[in-house]
């Protein structure tokens, strides 16, 4: 999972927590995040206070981090502490659930403002997003499955790479073949709705 924060005189403020899925094993590839985690209130919290902590041993202030976290049978551990903005789509997120835009926040840290982080009603209690992860290397022919995706019910986002693209066997972040972002008004179903999406989705790559 990640810990979203701003830090500013002094103070680290926790947004949320995001929970991650990984496969591709044995790259360890993150296939999607789902705002806010499924977690219960005693583990994330825990898991915010270790993000907490870890700022505040580096000595960060003024500043937007995305700490990744491990819940482990000795407690949470720290995986890496990064001082900018979460990445692969996190932020938006956080701001379809909470209205909470974490890119302003960062640039009104950056000039020494204080941030907006009152959360809002947005209608969305959940957020989601997955990854098309390519399983061999080739030319994508097709993405099969598609047609019509981005009106299909809770669906916010959904963005695949186009006929004639290049396509490598996933061995990182950086092959996916696109993604899907869709929400749940009254619960943490979002992830599951993407993940119906996904599988709906079958790619179709000619070696060569």
Avoid: W
Avoid at 59 to 82: F, M, S, W
Avoid at 92 to 103: F, M, N, P, Q, S
């Amino acid at each position: 999972m990640s810990v979203e924060t701003v830090s500013f005189d002094g103070k680290s403020h926790v947004v949320g927590v995001t929970d991650k899925s990984v496969g591709g094993a044995p790259a360890f590839i993150e296939t999607g995040h789902m705002f806010p985690a499924a977690l219960d209130d005693e583990a994330a919290t825990a898991a915010a206070r270790t993000a907490q902590d870890a700022l505040a041993a580096l000595g960060l202030d003024h500043v937007v981090a995305h700490t990744e976290i491990k819940l482990t049978a000795h407690g949470p551990r720290v995986v890496e502490v990064k001082p900018r903005p979460a990445g692969n789509r996190i932020t938006e997120l956080v701001r379809h659930v909470t209205g909470i835009d974490l890119a302003a926040a960062f640039v009104a840290v950056a000039l020494g403002d204080t941030p907006d982080l009152a959360a809002r009603d947005t209608g969305l209690t959940s957020a989601a997003i997955g990854f098309l992860v390519p399983e061999a290397a080739g030319v994508l022919d097709a993405i099969e499955g598609a047609a019509g995706l981005v009106g299909r019910p809770g669906v916010l986002e959904a963005q695949l790479a186009e006929p004639g693209t290049t396509v490598k066997a996933a061995g990182s972040n950086n092959e996916y073949l696109g993604h899907v972002m869709a929400a749940d008004p009254a619960g943490s179903g979002a992830r599951a709705r993407v993940e119906e999406l996904l599988g709906a989705l079958r790619p179709r790559v000619a070696t060569r």
